[in-house]
């Protein structure tokens, strides 16, 4: 008898040829369970399908993400641009390495560098062979960048305050290498470098400095004293209230400094946040620090201002800081001449640390525009390297702290070419303060305490700013004749 499909079809649905079909003649015959037994199998197959599609596909996709066994690009990822490292390192060195061939002189250097070449030699031989700034070869076997164009590169990027972009179309370099080779620079210049920062000046130095200020009228007097802020574009949101300030309504980085008039940098603390005054930045100070544990030593050789002597050198500050007998503010409401006069006179010699951060941010302008780092350590590591290079082209244009023919002229302006009396500064040196490297507990502690009782002396710092006002009110009659 010839069998007839089932309701199904020729085979139940996902089924195969080996399914259980059977004919109508038979249905009196056919458990009652089929149904289910026929659902549960197709289910059973169903399953398996899916499960070896889906292990194919899972192999598939691991392949694909495996990393490639000898690198490369990967499918799908723009491929490397073709740039001529070889061209890049002709034309610099024929623009400014190549002696009195060279497309660009002395003058056109500096300007371009932001240092001499003497100062650019000294950096080169600090930073060629560390890190990046070394030669190489290429996935290619092919010379790599030059580490004199990337030098340059990272120095031209950090004087201008450009985008990390910026040089690729004139060095060959590209976005991602400038970003990471210029906080790699900062790090090597402040490894390599690190006497141009936080370092104390030697008795020699400070005499030179102090007769450069007696000569303007402030014997004893050793360099200005300020805080400047640095706006912080890329300040995570979560640390505005603390970085913000009344006057700054930008987040704000500040950076605490004490400059000569030669604007060469001797100390700095940067990276409090924005909302701290001066006030707060000497709380915390490391210049303060510094002071206290004997490693900026302020004792000197004795002085004398208006007949008084004094041993300890002292600075030029505004009107927020503390009555301390190192720190000589203005006069904020002068009642006479005596008193306009100084005010005048300490107002324009104050003015040391303003044309030092002036200075500064000018030569290197990443610090003009807003920080775009993310990182503090990373922007710390930009300030050192911006002072330091400062510092080595002070240092250069000097040639030394001496009695040059500017402090000649000073002289002669305040009419004491003639009388060298007035400038007798120094006697012997009578000590006093306990040697901060002594050995055994509390040393720093006893140092520490004495400073204070010396320095934190509201009357001491009258008796000086009093004794200046005289100072130079008998310079300017002595002038005036």
Not at 76 to 93: M, T
Not at 295 to 310: K, V
Not at 411 to 427: D, E, H, K
Request: net charge negative; charged share 25%; hydrophobic share 35%.
């Amino acid at each position: 008898m010839e069998e007839e499909p089932t309701e199904f079809g020729d085979h139940p649905p996902g089924g195969s040829d080996d399914m259980i079909t059977f004919s109508s003649s038979e249905e009196e015959d056919v458990p009652m369970d089929l149904p289910i037994r026929i659902a549960r199998s197709n289910a059973v197959q169903y399953i398996a399908e899916t499960q070896a599609t889906a292990g194919m596909l899972i192999d598939s996709s691991s392949d694909e993400e495996d990393p490639p066994k000898w690198g490369g690009s990967r499918p799908g990822k723009a491929p490397n641009k073709s740039r001529d490292f070889a061209r890049a390192r002709a034309i610099l060195y024929k623009q400014y390495f190549s002696g009195e061939d060279s497309i660009y002189n002395e003058v056109d250097f500096e300007r371009r560098f932001r240092m001499p070449r003497a100062v650019f030699m000294k950096v080169k031989e600090a930073v060629i062979g560390e890190g990046p700034f070394k030669h190489h070869l290429d996935g290619r076997g092919k010379p790599g960048i030059d580490p004199v164009v990337r030098l340059t590169a990272c120095l031209r990027r950090m004087a201008c305050g450009t985008s990390s972009d910026f040089p690729d179309e004139k060095f060959e370099i590209s976005e991602s290498v400038m970003s990471r080779d210029c906080p790699i620079l900062c790090r090597i210049v402040k490894e390599k470098l690190g006497q141009y920062l936080n370092t104390p000046p030697t008795e020699e130095i400070k005499t030179q400095v102090q007769l450069v200020n007696a000569a303007r009228g402030f014997p004893g007097m050793f360099a200005s004293w300020d805080c400047k802020h640095f706006p912080w574009e890329m300040c995570p949101t979560a640390l505005h209230g603390q970085h913000k300030s009344g006057a700054k309504p930008s987040p704000s980085l500040v950076l605490e400094a004490i400059a000569d008039p030669h604007l060469y940098i001797w100390y700095h603390h940067f990276g409090e946040p924005g909302s701290l005054n001066d006030i707060n930045q000497l709380d915390k100070s490391s210049i303060v620090t510094s002071i206290l544990d004997g490693s900026f030593d302020l004792h000197t050789q004795p002085y004398r201002i208006n007949n008084a002597e004094r041993d300890y050198l002292y600075f030029l500050v505004d009107g927020i800081y503390p009555p301390w007998a190192i720190f000589i503010d203005t006069i904020a409401n002068p009642q006479d001449d005596k008193e306009k006069h100084f005010a005048a006179v300490q107002e324009g010699n104050r003015k040391d640390i303003e044309r030092a951060f002036g200075v500064i941010v000018k030569q290197w302008q990443i610090l003009q525009r807003p920080i775009r780092q993310w990182y503090l350590d990373d922007i710390k590591s930009t300030m050192d390297f911006c002072i330091i290079l400062h510092n080595m082209v002070v240092e250069h244009h000097r040639n030394d702290y001496t009695i040059n023919e500017w402090v000649r002229n000073v002289l002669n302006i305040y009419g004491l070419q003639n009388n060298p009396a007035q400038l007798t500064l120094f006697g012997t040196n009578q000590g006093g303060l306990p040697d901060p490297a002594a050995a055994g507990p509390g040393a720093i502690e006893l140092r520490a305490n004495r400073l204070c009782s010396v320095y934190d002396n509201v009357m001491r710092h009258r008796s000086l700013k009093d004794d200046l006002v005289e100072h130079n009110w008998n310079l300017k009659i002595a002038k005036d004749g």
